[in-house]
């Protein structure tokens, strides 16, 4: 850019001959009687300009000329003014990585620390520029290596590395303090781990600063290498001491892992499981990797967790998080989507159920989730039923626990609008009847699904109560019967029933049973129930979303105790 039209007619003549590095004219000019010192609107001069430019022998002509005019001090000076900006010559020269320039200057008694208005200064021009040689030459002239600049406070170490400046770094390390902080603790260390920058990790280590240094919120380069998904700077923190199972987080017991989890690649969450104490798994107080990994969505990494061992229910984290387990938070995030994959990985891992998951199974005309959950849990019979029956059944799947099924009950028996949908799926998967047989099912059912749970059931010997309310509901025209439900049961249903009875719901509906018994295969379905039409669900999906009214039926249900 031309600057001559901010320039005198006369004045401007030594700066514009100096910053086309022209040293006759420079040298002419001075002859001449014209002065050095005549300044632009940026406060640049003709030595300023010298020096930008790199023109060792224009900065000759102009130091000497500046000499011969007065005194040494006053020649120091002048070799030290600043433009606007607060840049001496010597500033500009570094900038531009003129070394012999800078080396001139510096015998002619330039600031080596001189503070820009932006707090920086030669060293940290020459940092920041790559210019090694300068670098080498400044800090041998003494300029103070450890001071901060900018207002982060940073070093030029931290510079250095942030810039990837390895060659700088090597310089650095022997004279700068490895361990200086900026102003959230963070180290030049801790930034070669944020920022990729392995060879100068591999620098600061070998030169010994600390691997497990940590900043002011208590991360620490692993961490931060882990969150950034920097695989090789992971790898060599972990074979040079850095700890996996510091904390690192003043909120929850963040750890290395929890950061590759949720961000980092596959390959680093695979290196800090091997290393990574399991506690975080299911200690109390601790948050599992999993919550990380769902709540990213990162199904890969939570098939991963679940094939290495970490447990699908891992702990209530509630009072951490505001999320009891795994799998309230994979339905959670997918509460009016169709189930995730981390869902389905849950469900076929083993997660144990609570009333909340089963709210979303069953408080919806959706019957996917119902399907996935039924897939791989097995309903076991009333008589079996003890505490925990968390053993696999014969065909692999996991049998519900007692407190699983009473809540799978309550909830439905608080989600008879959807019965159309969930009843027949719940019958069909070796759930007992009777268990259904309620009051509150007699009041609310449509009638089409209270004939079909009826055609499962002997109709002729209900209890009086539930007889009283079909009675009423049918004088209101509440309910029609089908024909036969007003006659006394055939033989052949009660010989079902009874055939049922001794087998047990699950493994009849559920198995290859029947086609064991001595009876005509065109009987198979009938023991089965397979001759009874499924009822229609005729209702509008609630207009608010499901995660609304899971937690409208939170707040206001009552439990029924059916077991």
């Known amino acids: 850019m031309d600057f001559t039209e901010f320039y005198g007619a006369t004045d401007s003549s030594v700066a514009e001959a100096a910053r086309s590095g022209c040293r006759k004219q420079v040298r002419r000019l001075i002859k001449r009687g014209f002065s050095v010192d005549c300044r632009d609107i940026r406060g640049w001069n003709a030595l300023h300009e010298a020096a930008a430019a790199g023109s060792k022998e224009c900065v000759q002509e102009i130091v000497s000329a500046a000499g011969a005019a007065g005194s040494s001090r006053g020649c120091a000076a002048y070799v030290n003014s600043l433009t606007h900006e607060g840049q001496s010559a010597c500033y500009l020269a570094v900038q531009g990585g003129h070394l012999a320039v800078v080396r001139l200057l510096l015998k002619a008694h330039a600031n080596i620390n001189q503070l820009t208005n932006d707090l920086s200064c030669p060293l940290y021009a020459a940092v920041d520029g790559r210019h090694k040689e300068v670098v080498e030459l400044l800090v041998s002239k003494g300029a103070e290596v450890n ?29 700068c303090n490895l361990e200086a902080l900026d102003d959230h603790n963070i180290s030049p260390l801790f930034l070669a781990a944020q920022y990729g920058q392995q060879e100068c990790l591999e620098i600061l280590v070998n030169a010994g600063a600390s691997v497990s240094i940590q900043a002011a919120d208590l991360a620490t380069p692993l961490l931060i290498a882990s969150q950034e998904g920097h695989q090789a700077c992971v790898d060599f923190l972990l074979d040079h001491g850095a700890d996996p199972n510091l904390v690192c987080s003043h909120e929850w017991p963040q750890l290395p892992i929890h950061a590759a989890a949720e961000f980092g690649p596959i390959g680093v969450l695979r290196r800090l499981i091997a290393v990574t104490d399991r506690v975080c798994d299911r200690g109390d107080g601790m948050v599992s990797p999993l919550y990380l990994a769902i709540r990213s969505h990162q199904s890969k990494k939570v098939e991963m967790l679940l094939k290495e061992g970490y ?11 505001g999320i009891r387990s795994p799998l309230s938070l994979a339905l959670w995030c997918t509460s ?8 389905g990985l849950l469900v076929a891992a083993g997660a144990s159920l609570s009333e909340e998951d089963w709210m979303y199974a069953l408080a919806t005309d959706k019957t996917d989730l119902l399907q996935l959950i039924l897939e791989h849990r097995w309903i076991p019979r009333q008589e079996t039923l003890t505490g925990d029956g968390s053993e696999p059944n014969h065909d692999g799947k996991t049998v519900l626990k007692l407190q699983e099924l009473r809540e799978l009950l309550c909830v439905a ?12 799926l719940l019958l069909k998967a070796g759930l007992e009847p ?14 089409e699904v209270l004939n079909y749970l009826l055609e499962f059931v002997n109709w002729s010997n209900l209890s009086p109560p ?12 509440m309910w029609e019967p089908r024909p036969h439900l007003e006659c006394i049961p055939c033989l052949s249903h009660i010989c079902r029933l009874q055939v049922r009875s001794v087998l047990g719901p699950d493994l009849l509906m559920r198995t290859n049973v029947v086609q064991q018994l001595p009876v005509p ?34 707040s206001t249900h009552q439990h029924r105790h059916v077991l």
């Open 311 to 321: 447990s699908p229910d891992a702990q209530d984290c509630t009072h951490i998080l």
């Open 147 to 175: 001071r901060t600049h900018t207002a982060s406070c940073w070093t030029y170490l931290h510079q250095a590395v942030y810039k990837g400046h390895s060659e700088i770094v090597r310089i650095l390390v022997d004279v």
């Open 413 to 424: 028996l608080n989600q008879v609008n959807f019965a159309a949908c969930w009843l027949p």
């Open 466 to 477: 539930l007889k009283h309310i079909l009675d009423r509901r049918r004088a209101e025209k």
């Open 434 to 447: 009777s268990l259904l047989l309620q009051p509150i099912m007699f009041e609310q059912a449509d009638s």
């Open 521 to 554: 295969s065109p009987l198979h379905g009938f023991l089965q129930f397979r001759d009874i039409p499924e009822a229609t669900y005729a209702h509008s999906p609630p207009s608010s979303p499901l995660s609304n009214r899971i937690q409208g039926y939170l």
């Open 336 to 343: 009016n989507e169709p189930y995730s994959e981390s869902v």
